[in-house]
């Protein structure tokens, strides 16, 4: 009988000690941060910037999973399965919105699966091309698009990547045909583009600021609907004589769906003070990043606008579903 007793007291200790854990503060552990790309690229290096600052408001650290593969569905794939409990995280890419488009097949729901917290940043493309092709500005490019059709080709770190989406939208509203060539990421496409074996790039500002200062590589324009603040005297390629071209490259925060609202707004409002720290900010403009924060119920919004919008520019751009 003192057997049973004993085991009954250890299981209602056991339920209590779960109890009390439950009901404790949230966060009462370490928070996964799932990044679907991997170590070093921008979409990771902004995650880090962003978690070591939010893990000391939320009192827990903020642990990188790199969880690359797949266009970033892999690591989506494993947050979307994931407890709703604030403990697993997902930073992703504008690539989040692009995937329902390129795969035939998904893991997961892109609208369904998950909940938006906060957009963190946006990071202009931007439009450089080797000195040597002679072409100074963004109009003798598209004029020589247009009166040589398909003579000129242009990098991508990939199929369907915002490298890709965004020369894409530019030849679509610039009215001309050039050669696509997709590289497996952007570190290939720049070392062609500085070899001139192909004609122009929209890189991601970080990786070639250094090359467009050092005047290896020209920025004719940047892709964003504003100028960069790292690229202040470049204009956007609608200001350069292209309206409508402009495609928005971000980096957002999101959580498996059913994840509790308090948590959720938490997490945005830490989200919302790690940009406003100094170290954040100079983080930021040496990526070339600006910062960009919404509510959870906005973003949710624009996640599903931006999924319709890439849907048709997907189709647009003649892209087959993988």
Not at 77 to 89: E, F, Q
Not at 112 to 132: C, E, H, M, R, W
Not at 296 to 317: G, H, M, S, T, W
Request: without cysteine; hydrophobic residues 45%; proline residues 7%.
């Amino acid at each position: 009988m003192r057997h049973v007793y004993r085991a009954l007291a250890t299981a209602a200790l056991s339920a209590l000690a779960f109890s009390a854990q439950a009901q404790s503060p949230y966060p009462n552990k370490p928070i996964r941060v799932v990044v679907p790309f991997s170590a070093g690229s921008t979409t990771d290096i902004i995650a880090r910037a962003i978690a070591e600052k939010m893990g000391a408001g939320l009192g827990q650290p903020l642990v990188i999973d790199n969880r690359a593969g797949a266009g970033g569905t892999v690591g989506s794939a494993v947050v979307a399965k994931a407890a709703p409990d604030g403990y697993t995280i997902l930073i992703h890419s504008s690539s989040h919105t692009v995937s329902p488009s390129t795969y035939v097949k998904l893991p997961f729901d892109t609208l369904k699966d998950f909940a938006g917290v906060t957009p963190i940043a946006q990071l202009p493309n931007v439009l450089v091309v080797s000195p040597n092709k002679g072409r100074r500005d963004m109009q003798s490019l598209v004029s020589y698009a247009r009166a040589n059709p398909g003579k000129l080709n242009y990098a991508s770190a990939g199929n369907g990547s915002a490298t890709h989406l965004n020369a894409e939208k530019f030849k679509m509203q610039g009215k001309f045909f050039a050669v696509h060539i997709p590289y497996r990421g952007s570190a290939e496409a720049v070392t062609d583009l500085l070899a001139g074996t192909v004609d122009y790039y929209f890189s991601p500002v970080a990786p070639v600021l250094q090359q467009i200062k050092e005047g290896q590589l020209l920025a004719l324009a940047v892709g964003s609907a504003k100028r960069s603040a790292a690229l202040p005297n470049v204009p956007t390629t609608s200001e350069a004589g292209v309206p409508g071209s402009e495609f928005n490259f971000w980096i957002g925060m999101m959580v498996p769906a059913q994840t509790p609202r308090d948590i959720v707004n938490r997490l945005q409002a830490e989200v919302e003070k790690a940009l406003a720290s100094p170290e954040v900010k100079e983080r930021f403009t040496r990526l070339g990043a600006d910062a960009w924060v919404m509510k959870p119920e906005q973003f949710d919004a624009y996640i599903r606008d931006e999924i319709a919008v890439n849907e048709k520019l997907v189709k647009n751009a003649g892209l087959t579903p993988q």
